[in-house]
């Protein structure tokens, strides 16, 4: 039974990549950060089933001796400060989590483990403000945000220490991808939470930003997939992982609502709250090299994304009877 360690397990993708290789035989063994409540609530149905160890990315010992310990086959790096408005007003929490935090984690697999395999959770964000469209693997990175910046670290130092050191080491450059159970501050999930509470009566409408930044956006049960895929290889690489399809946050609302026979021009207000002090505007994959070389294609749409959202969201609030 092979054994993967994954640092963020508490979070959106940890979770579903927690189900993905429970699926496979694997030993899960998930790092969670010492806290005085327990944030388990995406990984509830996972507990009797998986190892949580306590370790953070701010601690090199604590990393070390977590990868000595349970000798892990494979590494997932998923754990990030991940919300790029937040990397405005914490920007240097931001990089010690989101930059270093991949260093550290590649030095205690360097030291404890230097036969596993390490994904690192790269983004789209890295592309910012793009110099081509669609994005691939070649594409030059103009980060926008803080998050972007330490992004671009932690892509290059995966990069360098496959390259300096040998280690299988692969760095996943993922486009948006959402669910259920995104964080209810992303816009996608920010969006449908409030559709089910519009249609509820629990409110009347809900405050935005930017209407018309354009995202790729697929569905995170697909995304883990890939990760995964991308430790199967004979070599370490690079991929581009989106669906090469972009809509704007105003077709995301359009969507959105009309899933509940609403039109979202009647509840969405712009709010300068939201807007951001520098915006990516259009990201779109060109995902071909996955498709290619490791047979990855997503499986479901914009549209059916955006109703699973909206109809799971409904169920969590409609009053229990
Ligand atoms: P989430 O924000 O849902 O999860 C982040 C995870 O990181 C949580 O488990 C959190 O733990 C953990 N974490 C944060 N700081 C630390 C720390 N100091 N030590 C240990 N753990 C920590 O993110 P997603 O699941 O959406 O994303 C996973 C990764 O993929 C992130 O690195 C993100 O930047 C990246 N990414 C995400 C994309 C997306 O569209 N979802 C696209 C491209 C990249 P806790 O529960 O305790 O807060
Ligand atoms: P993003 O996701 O920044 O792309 O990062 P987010 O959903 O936060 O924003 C997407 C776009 O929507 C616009 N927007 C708003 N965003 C939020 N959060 N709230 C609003 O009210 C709002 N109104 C408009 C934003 O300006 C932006 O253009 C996500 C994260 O998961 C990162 O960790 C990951 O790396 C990237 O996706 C790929």
Known sequence: MPTALVTGITGQDGSYLAELLLSKGYRVVGIVRRSSTTPYERIAHLVDRIELVSADLLDQTSLTDVVG???????????????????????????????????????????????????????????????????????????????????????????NYRESFGLYAVSGILFNHESPRRGLEFVTRKV?????????????EVRLGNLDSRRDWGFAGDYVDAMWRMLQQDAADDYVIGTGHTCSVRDLCQAAFACVGLDYRDHVAQDPRFFRPAEVDLLVADPSKAARQLGWTPKVSFEELVRMMVEADLERLRPRA
């Open 69 to 159: 310990d349970c000798a892990p086959d494979e590494i997932y790096n998923l754990a990030a400060q991940s919300f790029v408005q937040t990397s405005w007003s914490q920007p240097v929490l931001t990089g010690e989590f989101t930059a270093l935090g991949v260093t550290r984690v590649l030095e205690a697999m360097k030291k404890a483990a230097p036969k596993a395999r390490f994904y690192q959770a790269s983004s789209s964000e890295m592309f910012g403000k793009v110099v081509e469209s669609p994005q691939r693997e070649t594409t030059p990175f103009y980060p926008r945000s803080p998050y972007g910046v330490a992004k671009v670290y932690g892509h290059w130092i995966t990069v």
């Open 192 to 204: 449908t939470d409030a559709v089910a509470r519009i249609k509820l009566g629990m409110a009347k």
